[in-house]
């Protein structure tokens, strides 16, 4: 019994960076990443609330990509610069639970949030005189409920079943954060039952939502193809690409985490990838819809304007 330990022991996060000048370095770009991104998102939550001419579906949606990605990045780099700046690397069991916990409610949420943006797009290119009565308010929040709802129940299931395996001695998760796959390796019994699950789980948050996706961007570019204005075009096309690249980013790197077999992949290019997914997304989503998006832009000249008014 004595190589068990489920309650009490502390986990200990080896970390991204190395512990010299060229890690400081590096900290100190991530830091600026991670203040970027929560300006950034907190900047498009206020806007898209306080400009009328944005309280449409698309942008609601949009908001809560944003309130997501606040989160999203708070759960995880905070945590990280903590343990790096005090050479602490340790986190308790129920905190870890609770980072999983919470990392996983976002995940989920999010990757359901983007496919609901890519449906919002789909219907508004290729049916748009039947946009207003598909994409009404209350659909779009129970699009966003069902992303929340689906991703905290996916997460509960994980988290519960990560804090209640028995795990060796050593608790050295070799990730920044507390990762599900990086635990895993820790436990001192079989999980191949548990790894099927996850790749299910994966499979149900990333695979079936990407081809929705993907169907969905198929369908609206053989749509923008047949359009007669160029300029229509021209809208289209930057609508989509921008939500193709912020897909791409968000995706790939998480499929490739959670549905590689372990030998195929090192605890090196775990961490990698997640930067991809927990740090640069949450920083480039409201950069690449905010500057390739006229309606933003014009909305933040709106409200510009309307500040210097109030102050003149």
Sequence with gaps: MENYNQTSTDFTLLGLLPPSRIGLFLFAIIFLIFL???IGNLAMILLILVDTHLHTPMYILLSQ??????????????????????????????????????FLTLAGAEALLLASMA?????????PLHYHSHMTKSVCVLMITWSWMMGSINSCAHTAYALHIPYCR???IDHFFCDLPAMVTLACMDTWVYEYTVFVSTTLFLVFPFIGIACSYGRVLL??????????????????????????????????????PRSFRSPTQEKILAVFYTVLTPMLNPI??????????????RVTQRMCSVKV
Excluded at 229 to 258: D, L, M
Excluded at 289 to 298: A, H, V
């Design 36 to 38: 970027l991104a929560m």
């Design 65 to 102: 990509l944003s309130f997501m990605d606040l989160n999203y990045i708070s759960t995880i780099v905070p945590k990280m610069a903590y343990n790096f700046l005090l050479g602490n690397k340790s986190i308790s069991f129920i905190g870890c639970g609770i980072q999983t916990f919470f």
């Design 119 to 127: 449906y919002d797009r789909y219907v508004a290119i290729c049916f």
């Design 170 to 172: 050593s608790r050295a």
């Design 223 to 260: 749509a923008v193809y047949r359009m007669p204005a160029s300029e229509g075009k021209k809208k289209a096309y930057s609508t989509c690409s921008t939500h193709i690249t912020v897909v791409t980013f968000y995706y790939a790197p998480f499929a490739y985490t959670y549905l590689c």
């Design 288 to 301: 690449i819809y905010s500057l390739r998006n006229k309606e933003i832009m014009g909305a933040l000249r």
